[in-house]
């Protein structure tokens, strides 16, 4: 999860002046958690849902409403300004969305530098999935000029000097040459054309989604600042520049707006309305539990959330929400911020008014016979997370990419999406085992997630076992006997095809259907290919199988 890391004098400055202990007593009872502290400084742990909270600024409103020192929804002025920002229609099938502000009077003394880069470099993969859906851009707006323009350019044109770098270079030697630039490669490298931001007279703000320009690089001394957040998602877009805007405009920050200049549109950004949503008084106590808070109490414990509300009735209120609370997606959103300012402690704990009656589900049953059908033939079981990241469930295996569940707000850059296969686990276990004696065999027996537009929602669970084994003989005769014993343990007559399952070797593979009279199962065995193995930093061969079960 997203930690932010401050000092107690930081915090006091911005008006929370709390003893070192009651900070620490008190922070809990947000919604968040303690990573670390010592007599300077602070390490803090938010979820995912509250990008609002992962600087100073935030932290520090927050806590205002908490204990009562600011209260009601926060009010930023935002001036229009005259500048504008137009958007080549080129940028389209790249990345098409962007949003522009430009904050005056901010400050840059003592540690805030650090604070806003880390501040960016968070938002960067809860929101922007590590630069892919949104990336910032923060500049020193009193080097460059207006009229600014977000344009595509070739890869050996509109040479510039990169951040922390004394020499121009293209944007298609920034790919190769540059640390940024080869660690973010992937997300433009396959385009003819690069993204750049550029002022009126050329000079480079930025490469987005890869680097900022030395031109516009901030120090102490920057007082004005311009913020580019660009993406593809319009709506992350937006949220990102709200979240950043109102963290500076806590401290001073003046904001001014400016519009994004599309060819079939214009926009003005940013754009700080609040949202609206209704609650209603009996679903928070019954939500909360042991509670019988009135609509007037709620609207004190909304307004403590940093939010306002209107009592229209006994039982509902209309809340108004800032533009930066990205989370506050439905009702039980607004209850949870209820009973976050009542306080969880103050919630009495009572059991259920319900009793039932427990068996055994088939599967499990199922399950237990499998178990120990892979246990006899030697092999130990290992559990691993449904959460994993693309990079290790497709580019690591030599995967093409497909549709699967993402996760909208993870809480690593390496839970980023729900698997669809168990191979990936298995030889990430192996990876962070290779110091153990050869050989190694393991299994799982574990839940995978499908899209299937033809459910309620959307997604399909399937029952998955896998299993691999590495010694320095592995090959494909092992694998396809294992198999075949696997099944007749099973009841499952085996019968096998052809393959062009991309993680293997080819024509060391195969794919298996087991009939039986309760049905059928189907499912692939092989030789891992020599450059998935490398991928996972393995020097022994590898053969694997993956069975789907009904």
């Known amino acids: 999860m997203p ?17 070192k202990d009651e900070l620490i007593n008190t922070i809990p009872m947000m919604a968040s958690d303690i990573e670390d502290f010592d007599d300077e400084e602070i390490k803090i742990e938010f979820f995912p849902n509250r990008p609002d909270n992962l600087s100073i600024e935030g932290v520090a409103r927050s806590f205002k409403g908490f204990l009562g020192l600011e209260t009601g929804l926060p009010k930023y002025d935002v001036e229009e300004s005259d500048e504008e920002v137009y958007v080549s229609k080129e940028v389209a099938e790249i990345r098409p969305y ?44 009193d080097v460059v000029n207006a009229p600014y323009n977000y344009i595509a350019t070739e890869k050996d044109e509109h040479p510039f000097v990169a951040l922390e770098m004394d020499k121009e270079m293209t944007p298609g030697e920034i790919l190769t040459d540059h640390e940024k630039g080869a660690k973010y490669a992937h997300l433009i490298e396959n385009y003819d054309k690069y993204p750049l931001i550029l002022d009126k007279d050329e000079q480079v ?35 990102c520049l709200n979240i950043i805007c109102s963290s500076f405009a ?9 519009k994004v200049i599309y060819e079939d549109k214009t926009l003005t950004t940013p754009d700080l309305t609040p949202k609206t949503k209704n609650v209603h008084v009996d679903l928070a106590n019954e939500l909360i539990g042991g509670t019988d808070l009135t609509a007037e109490d709620i609207k004190e414990l909304l307004e403590k959330a940093r939010m306002d509300a209107e009592i ?29 300012q009542y306080h969880i402690n103050n919630v009495e704990a009572k059991l259920p008014d319900i009793s039932t009656v427990a068996y055994e589900h088939n599967w499990f049953k199922q399950e237990k016979t499998i178990r120990e059908v892979m246990i006899g033939l030697g092999f130990q079981e290992i559990m691993s997370l449904m959460l994993t990241s693309e990079t290790n469930h497709y580019e690591k295996m030599n995967q093409k990419e497909e549709n699967h569940v993402q996760v909208s707000k993870p809480i690593t850059i390496t839970g980023t999406m729900i698997r669809t296969s168990l191979l990936n686990s298995l030889m990430e276990f192996l990876e ?25 929602n959307k997604t399909k669970t399937v029952k998955k076992l896998a299993g691999l084994i590495c010694h320095s003989t592995a090959n494909f005769t092992e694998i396809k006997s ?38 059928t199962i189907k499912g692939f065995f092989g030789e891992i290919s ?3 193995i490398r991928n996972f930093e393995l020097e022994y061969p590898v053969i694997a199988f993956e069975i789907e079960f009904n």
């Open 98 to 141: 962007i949003g522009f502000a430009k904050i005056e009077n901010v400050d840059f003394s003592g540690d805030k530098i650090k604070y806003i880069m880390d501040f960016q470099e968070n938002l960067h993969w809860v929101i922007g999935r590590d630069r892919k859906k949104v990336a910032i851009g923060i500049h020193n707006a």
């Open 312 to 340: 229209l009735n006994k039982n509902e209120l209309k809340v108004y929400i800032p533009s930066y609370r990205t989370d506050i997606l439905h009702e039980v959103d607004i209850v949870e911020n209820i009973a976050i």
């Open 432 to 456: 962070d085992n290779k110091h153990e004696d050869l050989p190694q065999k393991i299994f799982e027996i574990g839940d995978v997630l499908y899209m299937d537009d033809t459910t309620f």
């Open 250 to 258: 806590e401290v001073g920050g003046k904001i001014k707006s400016m």
């Open 530 to 532: 020599p450059e998935v």
């Open 482 to 519: 294992t198999v075949a014993s696997i099944l007749s343990n099973l009841g499952y007559t085996m019968e096998i095809s052809s393959s062009d399952n991309t993680s293997f070797i080819p024509g060391r593979v195969a794919n298996l259907e087991g009939k039986a009279k309760n049905g």
């Open 3 to 19: 930690v932010i890391t401050f000092k107690y004098e930081d915090l006091k400055d911005l008006g929370i002046d709390l003893e």
């Open 205 to 239: 703000l930025s490469m987005p989604p890869i680097i900022n320009g030395e031109l516009t690089k901030l120090s102490e001394n920057t007082k004005n600042i311009i913020v580019d957040v660009t993406g593809t998602d319009e709506k992350a877009v937006n949220q």
